[in-house]
């Protein structure tokens, strides 16, 4: 299993992730991280992925990243990265339809991480359980999804 936890949030201050205001540089940086290293850690696993006898990936995302929940801050650069990254997911998905990668993306909530300053009410242990439960999905299970401990997000 390949389970994609790398992200960043991207400097914010001064109105670097004001849509109106935004700061090209830290958007660069954010996608390089959230998107593009996905996409290149992916990549460099999927010789060893298709190998396996019931490979999954596992890509964490944000539900920030829903387009019409219009969660959290607003973050030009963060929220984008990760609506990037469940488009991307669904590609995976799409190409890998006829092997047996599953690739769906999960949603762990807001968890107490240095990400969030430990401002938040979830542990990392209860931000986990999205990830064990599409990383131990069985055969058959959903492609292309995004996820939270709740079921289904829409996009």
Known sequence: ???????????????????????????????DTN?????RVTNAMLPLLHRAESPRIVNMSSNMGALGLHTGPQLAAYAPSKTMLNSITAQYARRLAETNILVNTGCPGYV???????????????????AIRLATLSDGGPRGGFFDEEGSIPW
């Open 1 to 31: 299993m390949l389970v994609n936890n790398a992200g960043i949030g991207g400097r914010a201050d001064n109105g670097a992730q004001d849509p109106t205001t935004l700061d090209l540089d830290v958007l660069r940086t954010v996608l």
């Open 35 to 39: 998107v593009f290293g996905v996409v």
């Open 112 to 130: 107490a991480t240095e990400f969030t300053g430990f401002a938040a009410s979830r542990t990392p242990e209860q931000g986990t359980a999205i």
